[in-house]
């Protein structure tokens, strides 16, 4: 019998070998990049912030339809009293420039303008609801993405990356999965008796959000977590008072109080309370945008306990979108984001790896930035 050949160079078992090794190595590189330490902490944080707006909107529910309580303001007003106790007064006993009467000589106008802006952000979109409907609020409360982009682009001098608009992209997809899964599974059922002003009032609302979220993550990387959320507890807390004795204290007088309604109230101040005191820490690490894509699940949360709760019907787009989101929010972490200091003399400006991201920060970057700083 005659001995086979051995397989020469151009022979196809090599060549099958060696893109079968270069395909391996390719996915390792993929693994590395985007299934680290850093992005599954990350991941982590915004879903536990997630699954606080969603302990805010079933309790919400909750009160609206099975009590018949709609008083958003008052719920508010909890909260920023929550955050007044503990944030406001921790700012009070501090000594030097971290003291409350010293911020509040130096800054006190910039404080109330963000103030309004979060209550009002909190007061629109709830109040859209009874113009519009649930489609256009999902829809329409993406818009403080782009928002939130543009004003880091001009206020924190935030530079994207291709990666980071199609990772964008893909959450808003994934937020229209979401919304087709509601027409398909009958949840589009209230038409509002006025919708282009609840449009409007959406889109209002996110603009709001996204100017108190880039606020935010100014003050908590700039300055200091306490002194944010201490300022907004003062005046969030004297702005919502105001507001809810003008136009919440019929429905506030009309209550029937008992143990349950109570215990409602006291479970969405307690959501909202984390939510506000762990999302700077969260923005801290990455970025008012990555928390703001990283939170359209909330609305997939709160669908999946409204199946138990509130008999929603079931959808297989639910779990399409939730990955479809989570796909994007993985991607537009993967990758760092810039930050473009601005000129302080006549010397031309440095543009260095920023602090979005902070995190997902990789050593082996670490010798390029200190070669573009010299």
Same mark, same amino acid.
């Given at each position: !019998?005659?001995?086979?050949?051995?397989?020469? %160079?151009?022979?196809?078992? %090599? *060549?099958?070998?060696?893109?079968?090794?270069?395909?391996?190595? *390719?996915?390792?590189? &993929?693994?590395?990049?985007?299934?680290?330490? #850093?992005?599954?902490?990350?991941?982590?944080?915004?879903?536990?912030?997630?699954?606080?707006?969603?302990?805010?909107? &079933?309790?919400?529910?909750?009160?609206?339809?099975?009590?018949?309580?709609?008083?958003?303001?008052?719920?508010?007003?909890?909260?920023?009293?929550?955050?007044?106790?503990?944030?406001? @007064?921790?700012?009070?006993?501090?000594?030097?420039?971290?003291? $409350?009467?010293?911020?509040?000589?130096?800054?006190?106008?910039?404080? =109330?303008?963000?103030?309004?802006?979060?209550?009002?952000?909190?007061?629109?979109?709830?109040?859209?609801?009874?113009?519009?409907? $649930?489609?256009?609020?999902?829809?329409?409360?993406?818009?403080?993405?782009?928002?939130? !982009?543009?004003?880091?682009?001009?206020?924190?001098?935030?530079?994207?990356?291709?990666? #980071?608009?199609?990772?964008v992209a893909v959450c808003l997809l994934g937020v229209g999965?979401? @919304?087709?899964?509601?027409?398909?599974?009958?949840?589009?059922?209230?038409?509002?008796?006025?919708?282009?002003?609840?449009?409007?009032?959406?889109?209002?609302?996110?603009?709001?959000?996204? =100017?108190?979220?880039?606020?935010?993550?100014? =003050?908590?990387?700039?300055?200091?977590?306490?002194?944010?959320?201490?300022?907004?507890?003062?005046?969030?807390?004297?702005?919502?008072?105001?507001?809810?004795?003008?136009?919440?204290?019929?429905?506030?007088?009309?209550?029937?109080?008992?143990?349950?309604?109570?215990?409602?109230?006291?479970?969405?101040? $307690?959501?909202?309370?984390?939510?506000?005191?762990? !999302?700077?820490?969260?923005?801290?690490?990455?970025?008012?945008?990555?928390?703001?894509?990283?939170? *359209?699940?909330?609305?997939?949360?709160?669908?999946?306990?409204?199946?138990?709760?509130?008999?929603?019907?079931?959808?297989?787009?639910? =779990?399409?979108?939730?990955?479809?989101?989570?796909?994007?929010?993985?991607?537009?972490?993967?990758?760092?984001?810039?930050?473009?200091?601005?000129?302080?003399?006549?010397?031309? %400006?440095?543009?260095?790896?920023?602090?979005?991201?902070?995190?997902?920060?990789?050593?082996?970057?670490? %010798?390029?930035? #200190?070669?573009?700083?010299?």
């Amino acid at each position: !019998m005659e001995a086979a050949s051995p397989a020469g %160079p151009g022979s196809p078992e %090599p *060549l099958a070998e060696g893109a079968a090794g270069e395909f391996s190595s *390719l996915l390792r590189r &993929i693994k590395g990049k985007l299934f680290t330490w #850093h992005i599954l902490k990350t991941i982590a944080l915004g879903q536990m912030l997630s699954l606080c707006i969603c302990g805010t909107a &079933i309790t919400s529910q909750y009160l609206a339809e099975k009590y018949k309580v709609n008083t958003p303001m008052l719920q508010s007003f909890i909260n920023y009293c929550l955050l007044f106790l503990i944030y406001t @007064v921790m700012l009070a006993f501090r000594s030097g420039s971290d003291n $409350l009467l010293v911020i509040l000589k130096r800054k006190w106008w910039k404080y =109330i303008l963000l103030g309004l802006a979060d209550v009002e952000a909190n007061y629109v979109i709830v109040r859209a609801y009874q113009y519009t409907t $649930l489609t256009s609020v999902q829809l329409l409360d993406c818009f403080g993405i782009p928002v939130l !982009m543009a004003l880091s682009w001009f206020i924190l001098y935030a530079r994207y990356r291709v990666i #980071h608009f199609i990772a964008v992209a893909v959450c808003l997809l994934g937020v229209g999965t979401m @919304v087709g899964a509601d027409i398909l599974a009958g949840r589009e059922d209230n038409s509002g008796n006025d919708v282009l002003i609840g449009d409007i009032l959406v889109l209002l609302g996110a603009s709001l959000y996204a =100017i108190s979220n880039v606020c935010e993550e100014y =003050i908590v990387k700039k300055l200091s977590r306490q002194e944010f959320l201490g300022m907004v507890g003062l005046f969030g807390t004297i702005i919502s008072g105001i507001q809810l004795l003008i136009v919440e204290y019929k429905d506030i007088a009309s209550i029937p109080w008992d143990w349950k309604i109570a215990l409602l109230f006291m479970a969405f101040a $307690l959501c909202m309370f984390c939510l506000y005191s762990f !999302m700077p820490l969260v923005i801290k690490v990455t970025s008012a945008t990555s928390v703001n894509l990283g939170i *359209l699940t909330a609305d997939l949360y709160s669908l999946f306990f409204g199946l138990f709760l509130f008999g929603y019907k079931f959808s297989g787009l639910y =779990i399409l979108s939730f990955t479809v989101i989570m796909g994007g929010f993985i991607l537009y972490c993967s990758t760092p984001t810039r930050t473009a200091e601005p000129a302080e003399s006549s010397v031309p %400006p440095v543009t260095s790896i920023g602090i979005d991201n902070l995190g997902l920060k990789l050593e082996e970057n670490l %010798p390029e930035t #200190h070669s573009a700083a010299l």
